[in-house]
């Protein structure tokens, strides 16, 4: 199982370009390729799962199964907007101090802005014109199971519903008590929970 987090996806190397869904597609592709690994089963946390969709919609045959968890499936200018400002790196420093230093410690100290803002571009980007229509996740052959906090305040739980009866090969879960952040996802029942999906055990 390969593990498609935001953070895992964004490197020094690509903090030149602009980031968008199907640079992050390209990039994962590519990795793919090169190590020979068609056919392998994803877990998608946020982005990452969106990532992960996409690939199964426009590459078909590039992975199995995709395990998503807090992914965010609707997106429109409205949303976007609100969720980009909340990338502000001043505004992080100065609300959520602890946040922007797991930031800092996760990303290099010189770079932890830079990808806040390309990621806020994104999401606008993302809002006036979504990688994957509604349409598209109809499309979608793969073994996709779609889970969500009951807490995110980020992701709703109609619109990973939504998603879920458009799948053909579509499994639901809700988290209780689960907001967005992975740090906040009870950590022991989620592995539980991709090890039965993945047929680990």
């Not at 990795?31 to 996409?54: H, P, Q, T, W």
């Not at 602890?98 to 290099?108: C, D, I, P, T, V």
């Not at 969500?148 to 988290?175: A, C, P, S």
């Amino acid at each position: 199982v390969y593990v498609l987090n935001f953070s895992v996806l964004v490197g020094k190397q690509i903090l030149d370009y602009k980031f968008s869904i199907e640079m992050f597609a390209e990039d994962v592709l590519y990795f793919i390729d090169r190590n020979k690994l068609e056919g392998i089963n994803v877990y998608g946390y946020s982005m990452g799962g969106y990532v992960a969709l996409y690939i199964a919609r426009y590459y078909p045959g590039k992975i199995n199964k995709i395990f998503t968890t807090a992914t965010k499936f609707d997106w429109n200018e409205e949303t976007s907007l609100k969720e980009s400002k909340l990338l502000n790196p001043e505004k992080v420093i100065e609300k959520i101090p602890e946040f922007a230093k797991q930031l800092s410690e996760r990303h290099s100290p010189e770079n932890w802005k830079t990808v806040l803002y390309k990621t806020g571009e994104m999401m606008i980007g993302l809002g006036k014109n979504p990688a994957l229509k509604e349409d598209d996740f109809s499309k979608i052959e793969n073994e996709v199971f779609v889970c969500v906090g009951d807490r995110d305040n980020m992701v709703t739980i109609e619109e990973t519903v939504d998603v879920y009866r458009q799948l053909k090969n579509g499994r639901l879960m809700i988290f209780p008590d689960t907001p967005h952040p992975i740090e906040k996802i009870n950590v022991e029942r989620l592995a539980n929970e991709i090890k039965i999906f993945f047929s680990c055990i």
